[in-house]
């Protein structure tokens, strides 16, 4: 069992940024990837981010890449979602997850089998 709990949400305005932080805990290491999704009201789950276990490698949303940056230290359990430059659009919860599976494959929340609880994002314009 792997626990995730994901803070660093807020309210700011368009054009700043935000440091989201995602802490794993139970039956971790640099097996999983990590990733971040995002859901607005009304709208469905969507993937903004995902980097591997080791923090080699990521992958991106193409409506945050040259914002959004994801990183992971191997031998550590937290995750970042680093995001610059955010939008009006950009509001939602984020949620970071965990997969056992490996990039690219893993940009459907099916894909993870573990979830944070949510952190809320706000932009004012």
């Known amino acids: 069992q792997v626990q995730l709990v994901d803070s660093g949400g807020g309210l700011v305005q368009a054009g700043g940024s935000l440091r989201l932080s995602c802490a794993a805990s139970g039956s971790t290491g640099s097996w999983f990837t990590m990733g971040w999704f995002r859901q607005a009201p009304g709208k469905e789950r969507e993937f903004v981010a995902a980097?591997?276990?080791?923090?080699?490698?990521?992958d991106y949303a193409d409506f945050v890449k040259g914002r959004f940056t994801i990183s992971k230290a191997g031998s550590e359990d937290t995750g970042y979602l680093q995001m610059n430059s955010l939008k009006p659009e950009d509001p939602a919860v984020y949620y970071c997850?965990?997969?056992?599976?490996?990039?690219?494959?893993?940009?459907?929340?099916?894909?993870?089998?573990?979830w944070g609880q949510g952190t809320q994002v706000t932009v004012s314009s």
């Open positions: 997850a965990a997969s056992p599976r490996s990039l690219p494959q893993v940009q459907r929340p099916g894909e993870y089998d573990y």
């Open positions: 980097v591997t276990g080791s923090g080699g490698s990521a």
